[in-house]
T-cell receptor
Framework: GAVVSQHPSWVICKSGTSVKIECRSLDFQATTMFWYRQFPKQSLMLMATSNEGSKATYEQGVEKDKFLINHASLTLSTLTVTSAHPEDSSFYIC???????????????FGEGSRLTVL | AQKITQTQPGMFVQEKEAVTLDCTYDTSDQSYGLFWYKQPSSGEMIFLIYQGSYDEQNATEGRYSLNFQKARKSANLVISASQLGDSAMYFCAMREGLIQGAQKLVFGQGTRLTINP
């Protein structure tokens, strides 16, 4: 089946630095990918929709200058947390849509997630 | 307004018993999809089952079945013959519309299921 891969799976960084997380669709092309954030013991909250070849669409309350999204190819989207602070520590997980061009009838695929800890 | 509601923060079940995890949803769309995902402590999201709004029969996948009651807007997950490995967080999610490419999901709060030996 379709696979979505995220890297790194965990990262620790100092406050004020930037961190990049990659999301790749391994065996299908995705013009659209989604980035979610999950705080401990909470649900997944959609941050933004990554669109290949155009600007990302951010959900209300998500700072686009803080969370930079680049969807440079049909198999890769990156999320960069700029000037990270401890409150940005969270689990970030991406999703890609294998149903592009079709009526969706099933599973949507998630990456393994990236756990960010900002010291 | 909350679109997906899971009212059970935690559930404790004896091994081999069946368990039902509740999920209600709210949408004005006629076309939508409902999903259940399992999230173990590792964090990965494991797809369990999918129900489309036009599907007339309840979805089933092995030990998982989805009790879809459209009029009541509920999509409960039933796990038969529970196993210790079923202990995890379970999320109900909804995708609205049939717009191709717009596959973003809205998640419920989750239910933490613990299977006791």
């Amino acid at each position: 089946g379709a696979v979505v891969s995220q890297h790194p799976s965990w990262v620790i960084c100092k406050s004020g630095t930037s961190v990049k997380i990659e999301c790749r669709s391994l065996d299908f092309q995705a013009t659209t990918m989604f980035w979610y954030r999950q705080f401990p013991k909470q649900s997944l909250m959609l941050m933004a929709t990554s669109n290949e070849g155009s600007k990302a669409t951010y959900e209300q309350g998500v700072e686009k200058d803080k969370f930079l999204i680049n969807h440079a190819s049909l198999t890769l989207s990156t999320l960069t947390v700029t000037s990270a602070h401890p409150e940005d520590s969270s689990f970030y997980i991406c999703s890609a849509n294998p149903w592009e061009g079709q009526v969706p009838t099933g599973e949507l695929f998630f990456g393994e997630g990236s756990r960010l800890t900002v010291l | 307004a909350q679109k997906i509601t899971q009212t059970q923060p935690g559930m404790f079940v004896q091994e081999k018993e069946a368990v039902t995890l509740d999920c209600t949803y709210d949408t004005s769309d006629q076309s939508y999809g409902l999903f259940w995902y399992k999230q173990p402590s590792s964090g990965e999201m494991i797809f369990l089952i999918y129900q489309g709004s036009y599907d007339e029969q309840n979805a089933t996948e092995g030990r998982y079945s989805l009790n879809f009651q459209k009029a009541r807007k509920s999509a409960n997950l039933v796990i038969s013959a529970s196993q210790l490995g079923d202990s995890a967080m379970y999320f109900c999610a909804m995708r609205e519309g049939l717009i191709q490419g717009a596959q973003k999901l809205v998640f419920g709060q989750g239910t933490r299921l613990t299977i006791n030996p």
